[in-house]
């Protein structure tokens, strides 16, 4: 005879056995259902001209987020050491006229 409660543990089921809780739990009914408004010819090739639009944008102009305006850094850095050095010259020879002042 065969008995009924013979059971062999394939370990490739193993992960399907869920034991005694349910596998799905309580369903709530939604309050409505969305409303599909499928789009007409003119509303979906608005859509498209402006993707294709935005597109060949920042294909033109790589980076938009980061446009280079004004002058570049490497003139500023020249002008700014060019203009500092009369600038300590002239502040080295008022500086030495100050301290000369209050020692005598």
Known sequence: MVDR???VENPANSNMHYGNKP????LDFPEHLPVKRPYNYFEAQAIYNGLT???YELSQKGDPDKVKKGVPKIIKYALGI????PL???GAKGISKIIAKFRH
């Open 82 to 85: 060019l203009a500092s050095i």
């Open 23 to 26: 596998i799905v739990g309580v």
């Open 53 to 55: 639009k935005d597109i």
């Open 88 to 90: 300590i010259i002239l």
């Open 5 to 7: 409660n013979y059971y």
